[in-house]
């Protein structure tokens, strides 16, 4: 579903993207986007952040309560809030217009391609199926189901959110730097700014009830990267 007011616009990437065998759905205005969305249940959503009737960070909003749709926000401003803004509402991926709509439809394929069971490309061997449960002191990772819990509570993480987790959780072990988490969760063809890692770690956070400072589940290794904490 391509969500952006601008026509000839939404035209091109629409285009782009029938042209690489997808059925693409337009739509201009923010409230019809998010009823569109439970109607039509898309795959990916690029979304436009500034839309006529709701903003595309309400709507990224709204539509992250009912779909786990792969989420490519567009924005015409440049400024670090914006995107940090959308991409904390659930986003997966943003550019800045203008953008190639060849990068774009890239960006899309290399999304589509990672897989929703086994490791992202460029990630560890998949868990066996009976180590698919990774405990670390109160969070608890269902690889293959997908699924995370917190003391018990269920955590409702975006694809991205828990792809980026169950690399790290893969190989507990190991410290993940922003390129190779980039080409275990994007692909090794995304194109674009690695400090994307950094904002989805920070939800990721967020979300578990973890702090930076503490690092209970998510520990950042200064110049290095990433790795998993021992729950404590």
């Not at 998010?34 to 903003?55: E, F, K, S, Y």
Request: charged share 25%.
């Amino acid at each position: 579903m391509v969500v952006e007011d601008e026509q000839s616009l939404a035209d091109v990437v629409a285009t782009y993207l029938e042209r690489e065998g997808f059925e693409v759905t337009i739509c201009g205005d923010g409230l019809q986007a998010v009823t569109l969305a439970r109607q039509i249940d898309p795959d990916v959503i690029v979304l436009d952040l500034g839309l006529p009737g709701l903003d595309g960070v309400e709507v990224c909003r709204q539509v992250r309560t009912h779909s786990d749709a792969y989420i490519v926000m567009l924005t015409a401003r440049t400024e670090e809030v914006d995107t940090l803004i959308g991409l904390s509402v659930g986003s997966d991926d943003y550019m800045t217009k203008p953008f190639s709509p060849r990068e774009l439809t890239a960006r899309i394929q290399a999304m589509m391609r990672r897989p929703r069971t086994g490791p992202a490309a460029g990630a560890p061997a998949e868990v066996p199926a009976g180590e698919s449960l990774r405990e670390f002191g109160d969070l608890a990772i269902d690889v293959q189901g997908r699924e995370v819990t917190v003391a018990g509570t269920p955590v409702a993480l975006t694809r991205t959110e828990f792809d980026i987790l169950a690399t790290l959780a893969r190989d507990p072990g190991v410290v993940f730097s922003r390129p190779q988490l980039i080409t275990a969760v994007w692909g090794p063809n995304w194109v674009g700014d690695d400090h994307l890692v950094d904002v989805h770690i920070g939800h990721l956070r967020r979300k578990l009830g973890d702090e930076a400072s503490r690092g209970r589940y998510v520990r950042t290794v200064r110049g290095v990267g990433y790795r998993m904490g021992i729950g404590q």
